[in-house]
């Protein structure tokens, strides 16, 4: 009995195992779809289209801000296609103060300087506009979140402090990452800078400087380019008529002991160098300051904000006055683009031009819109 049953089992085992082949066997002889693929470019996308927003500046013939700007009054083109307005309002400003505070070298450019005109633009700001203000130097730092109080913007401003290294790209970026995740509408960024960076290479800088462009933030910038080109000049011929900067400024200095404090605010006398190492440098400094007033002004251009080219730090303050009050004439308009915008390397662009129908009213905008697509 039990080798029946034995024997019922192998040949039940067999059966299956033959089930098995003939299935497996079958699935073998199966065609198996091709999988099909599209080809793509991956340096080239299509973005979806959104709402445009542009901050647009509007006068009157004497210069001053003109008030009840309708969208009937505004002719926009882009691409060279006409793009009617779908709304123009006038909202408070949101006004990012980025203070640049450090840098190895540096001869007109200081703490105090920078510190004297951002408060000279605070005050020079309406009323009601919110604020907030940022340094960088070792790196970036936001001293006060957006507040309309101007007593808490100049406290923040007082409250900035000195470093050895000038993070200009990390400033940038920080200030891009602040202005997309912030929500808010009519922004702007007031940079106070020579543009220079201590470390980072000049292709972090350009995707920097686009990041920024990509932002609908108007960039106006207070340049002391030209006055460090000025003053470093005769360096990079072995000469300095002027003594060199000391390493910290008096009021990083008023806090040391005694000593110390003496050595660090001593007079300094102007030199003449024939160190080519040196030489070299300055010539570097001073060729790095002029592609930095070259993007910094592009900057401005691009973003429709106002590039400041002071030949003093007096008339740097004094035009605070100007830069506030393009801050205060804008309007928000927006648009429907007619046509999807093609993005090379991960940067979509319009080209846009806004003007005016209305007799006695000056218009001004963006000329270039850069967007970021997204992954």
Do not use: C
């Not at 901050?55 to 009840?68: H, M, P, Q, T, Y």
């Not at 604020?131 to 007593?151: C, F, H, N, R, S």
């Not at 920080?174 to 997309?180: D, I, N, S, V």
């Amino acid at each position: 009995m039990f080798g029946m049953l034995h024997t019922k089992k192998v040949w039940f085992a067999l059966f299956l195992l033959l089930s098995a082949v003939v299935f497996t066997s079958a699935q073998s002889g199966r065609v198996q779809p091709t999988p099909t693929s599209t080809p793509r470019d991956d340096d080239t996308v299509k973005i979806t289209i959104e709402e445009i927003k542009l901050n647009v500046l509007a006068f009157d013939d004497s210069g001053k801000f003109f008030r009840g700007v309708t969208e009937n009054d505004l002719v926009i083109v882009e691409n060279d296609r006409l793009h009617p307005p779908t709304s123009v309002r006038r909202i408070p400003a949101n006004v990012l103060i980025i203070m640049d505070t450090g840098g190895e070298l540096r001869y007109v450019k200081s703490l105090d300087r920078t510190r004297r005109v951002a408060m000279a633009l605070i005050d020079s700001l309406a009323e009601g506009n919110s604020i907030a203000v940022m340094q960088y130097a070792d790196k970036p730092e936001l001293l006060t979140e957006w507040t309309t109080d101007k007593g808490e913007a100049r406290d923040a401003v007082a409250r900035s402090s000195f470093g050895r290294r000038s993070a200009f790209v990390d400033a940038l970026n920080y200030a891009a990452e602040l202005m997309k995740r912030s929500g808010l509408e009519n922004r702007h960024i007031v940079l106070i800078t020579d543009g220079t960076d201590s470390v980072a290479k000049s292709s972090a800088k350009v995707d920097a400087l686009q990041r920024l462009t990509a932002t609908d933030a108007s960039v106006h910038v207070f340049s002391y380019t030209e006055m460090e080109s000025v003053d470093i000049e005769p360096r990079t011929k072995g000469i300095s008529k002027t003594p060199p900067p000391r390493p910290m400024p008096d009021e990083i200095a008023d806090t040391l002991p005694n000593g110390t404090r003496d050595a660090a605010k001593a007079p300094r006398i102007a030199t003449i160098n024939t160190d080519r190492t040196f030489i070299r440098r300055m010539k570097a400094r001073k060729a790095d300051l002029e592609l930095s007033q070259e993007q910094l002004g592009k900057l401005a251009e691009n973003t429709n904000g106002e590039f400041i080219l002071p030949g003093t730090v007096d008339e740097m303050i004094e035009k605070t006055a100007r830069v506030a009050r393009m801050i205060d004439s804008v309007y928000v308009v927006t648009y429907m683009p007619r046509e999807e915008a093609v993005g090379t390397r991960g940067i979509a662009e319009r080209r846009i031009e806004v003007t005016s129908k209305r007799p006695g009213l000056t218009v001004q905008a963006r000329r270039r819109l850069l967007i970021t697509l997204q992954n």
